[in-house]
T-cell receptor
């Protein structure tokens, strides 16, 4: 069955340190891939997306993600984390079967140490 | 200019009651969705409507009934509320294969 895995439930980094959040998917073809961020009490905001083309995609707030077909991964990175980045991060894929269905991973909570 | 707006933001009610959550989008999108986020933050799709037609119905109890009066609105009515219905419900919209735009959620608490 198609699935999205975020192996890290939570990650703590120091402000200014680099960040990488992992995401793996299980899907027969290359899906559409997304990263969303959810701040406490808020909805989900799109950080970036990958449909095709360049496997390194740039997003908002200084985030980037790299699609690696051989590893079925779409990891999110940021070179220098800010305290305001503390939030829940969700990787998601769209299954292009008979409908356009967005499937989410279980999320990774990012904590930022001052 | 809120793109996807949901009302109410908070909803506290007793078991057995019937309640509705409303959603409106002003993005001109043709597809709208309802997602449920449980206490562990897991997000799961419930329904999707395209041009007022139901296209996704993910094994949701019959007590949940979505209604789309037009392309810009997708409401969720819940009958006979149960404790397990407590969650945050998110509305979203999209157009063709564009990314989903989400509302800020409705936190439903059933006591």
């Amino acid at each position: 069955a198609q699935s999205v895995t975020q192996p890290d439930i939570h990650i703590t980094v120091s402000e200014g340190a680099s960040l990488e959040l992992r995401c793996n998917y299980s899907y027969g073809a290359t899906p559409y891939l997304f990263w969303y961020v959810q701040s406490p009490g808020q909805g989900l905001q799109l950080l970036l997306k990958y449909f095709s083309g360049d496997t390194l995609v740039q997003g908002i707030k200084g985030f980037e993600a790299e699609f690696k077909r051989s590893q079925s991964s779409f990891n999110l990175r940021k070179p220098s984390v800010h305290w305001s980045d503390a939030a829940e991060y969700f990787c998601a894929v769209v299954l292009m079967d008979s409908s356009y269905k967005l499937i989410f991973g279980s999320g990774t909570r990012l904590l930022v140490r001052p | 200019d809120t793109a996807v707006s949901q009302t109410p933001k908070y909803l506290v009610t007793q078991m057995g009651n019937d309640k509705s959550i409303k959603c409106e989008q002003n993005l001109g999108h043709d597809t709208m969705y309802w997602y449920k986020q449980d206490s562990k933050k897991f997000l799961k799709i419930m329904f999707s409507y395209n041009n007022k037609e139901l296209i996704i119905n993910e094994t949701v109890p019959n007590r949940f009934s979505p209604k789309s009066p037009d392309k810009a609105h997708l409401n969720l009515h819940i009958n006979s509320l149960e404790l397990g219905d407590s969650a945050v419900y998110f509305c979203a919209s999209s157009r063709d294969t564009s990314p989903l735009h989400f509302g800020n959620g409705t936190r439903l608490t059933v006591t």
